[in-house]
């Protein structure tokens, strides 16, 4: 046994071997022991080291006990100063009761690695660290292999506390290596680091009891690389979980993921999340307040109270299931997010019983293209539904519909589609349309009068259900094998009151109007200068007029062509429109009583070419 009551440095190589006989601790401090060295203890009749409340350790080196033959006692045992340094490392391996024990009074600091039931086949025989005293990491804990809890703290908050603003990882290395509890908090701890829990063979992995207080202001995850038979966190007793604004608790492979029955608090305003949770997710006879987050796929939440905060299923998609009537509080707020049409493409909130919407604010994203038509169901109860939502904020074109028993959103693409050219010229744009979208082939188009930036088809072919351009505006086909094409199935295609230019070698198509194909108004212009079809498709009814002038100004310039096709009546020029065909026009309307051209008023001039059948 080395007993210190003064100073010791060491700078070499303290050790104790497997066949050393000592029977009490293998080192005694109670004066200043600085290790910038090595320390190996493998046989001890007690303690590995012990720390006693005058003493003040100090490792700046490496500190290795039991980590190839049994210490019978504790690995560290401190009740004064113990302090593991930026560049020090602690080994704890094979020991007969716990790894390191912290007593009241005693201050343990790590800044830089303890190891505890690393090496293959250790074990501690009770907890890796049990803390009465205040116990301080600011860098890495690795606890393994221990027969009972991975850490377990005691006392008040007055003399006892466990902080943790590095990362400690409990079970990681190995499987079913935690005999009872990853975490037994008894006494006041708070983590603004992050702690990570599996392979605990305990009902929990995280339990707060016996006046506990766990307050966590970092990351907590549990069950993330292992299965866990039992739950992930236990509150009771007069413990209390507090999961502060910065917090997160992110529960995968459990039974159960919260339980609580007998706790003073527990309260989340960071976030939760939920995954693979076999039976429920949060089961609480006490008082859950809620205004965080609770989030991920919850196999079943069982509460006795209201609660507020956001619900926001799945990792996107995914579930939360209540297993009862819910009611939630003012202010509460459900954030949906859906990828698609098919089963579990869409978040769901799903209720075992009734609930009234009036308090719930629903916020939805839509992160795929969806197609005319498409439901999405986002909320289902076995209850009734009632009320309306106290707000709603849909993408633009969903609609919400809310039946008896769900939540539905709808897509519904618009009729029209009306130019703003707030971008630029491009029509392909959507910035350009005031509903933020292209529009298609079941669009009814208005052009307007804008300040501004005059639309241009340009580069891919276009095709809408019909067209207006108003006084004032101005459509440009440019040249080069742009296309244009109006299918009306009903009324009229193409009504022009503003100006409509087709440029050389690119072409617009009005076809199968229900009524007539192209109106232009008093004050509208056309000028075709390149190829320009009006008329039915080969075997529809010959009805309507093709082209009618109604006083504007229609100019065909030289080598440009118009065709009109299976109508009943082909140009129609009236009210002192004026018509002038430089270029081509060709006929084929066959029929009884059929007019290729009908002159009633106006100017109807052609120094061009008329010809076909008509």
Partial sequence: ELTSTASVLNLGTILHEATDNIVGDAIRNAGTFNNASNINIQQAGN???????????????????????????????????????????????????????????????????????????????????????????????????????????????????????????????????IISSGFNCQGNMTNTGTINLDNAN???????????????????????????????????DNGSLINTNTGLIDIKRTD??????????????????????????????????NTGLIGGNATGIFLNNSIGGTLSPGFSPGTIVFDRNQAFLAGTVFEMEVEGTGVGEADVVAINGSLDLSNINLEVTVNYNPADNDEITLITTTGNLSNDFASVDLPALWILEVGSNSVVIRYELPTTYTWTG???????????????????????????????????????????????????????????????????????????????????????????????????????????????????????????VALTNAGGTITNQIGADMR?????????????????????IFFNITGPDVESIRRISGDFINVGTISGEA
């Fill in 564 to 584: 009109i096709v299976n109508v009943q009546v082909g140009i129609s020029n009236e009210t002192n429109g004026t018509f002038t065909n430089n270029g081509n």
């Fill in 422 to 544: 707030v971008v630029s010229s491009d029509w392909f744009v959507p910035g350009n349309w005031d509903n933020m979208l292209v529009p298609n082939a079941t669009s009814e188009v208005i052009i307007p009068d804008v300040n501004t930036n005059d639309p241009i088809i340009d580069g891919v072919p276009v095709v809408v259900k019909s067209m207006v351009t108003t006084i004032g505006s101005s459509l440009t086909i440019p040249a080069d094998n742009n296309f244009l094409r109006i299918d009306a199935a009903t009324g009229t295609g193409l009504i022009v009151d503003g100006q409509l230019t087709v440029g050389a070698f690119s072409e617009l198509l009005v076809s199968d109007s229900g009524d007539d194909g192209v109106i232009v108004g008093a004050t509208g212009t056309i000028i075709n200068n390149g190829i320009f079809i009006i008329g039915n498709s080969p075997g529809d009814p010959a009805d309507g």
């Fill in 202 to 236: 305990s009902t929990n992995l995280f339990i707060v009891f016996s006046d506990g207080i766990f307050n966590n202001e970092g990351q907590l995850y549990i069950g993330q690389n292992s299965p866990v038979g039992g739950g992930a966190i236990e509150v009771g």
């Fill in 47 to 177: 303690d590995g080291i012990v720390n006693l409340s005058t003493g003040l350790f100090e490792n700046d080196g490496t500190i290795n006990v039991g980590t190839t033959a049994n210490i019978t006692g504790d690995g560290i045992e401190n009740s004064g100063q113990f302090l593991n340094l930026d560049f020090a490392t602690t080994y704890i391996d094979f020991v007969g009761a716990v790894g390191i024990r912290n007593l009241a009074g005693g201050q343990f600091t790590n800044s830089n690695n303890i190891n505890l039931g690393q090496a293959a086949g250790s074990f501690l025989s009770a907890s890796g660290i049990a803390n009465s005293g205040v116990f301080t990491n600011t860098d890495l804990i690795n606890i393994d292999n221990v027969g009972a809890d991975g850490i377990v703290t005691f006392g008040s908050a007055a003399t006892s506390s466990f902080s943790n603003a590095g990362t400690i990882n409990v079970g990681q290395n190995f499987s079913n290596s």
């Fill in 256 to 289: 159960f993921g919260i339980f609580t029955d007998g706790a003073t608090a527990v309260t989340n305003a960071g976030e939760i999340f939920f995954d693979e949770n076999n039976i429920t997710s949060i089961f609480s006879f006490d008082p859950f307040t």
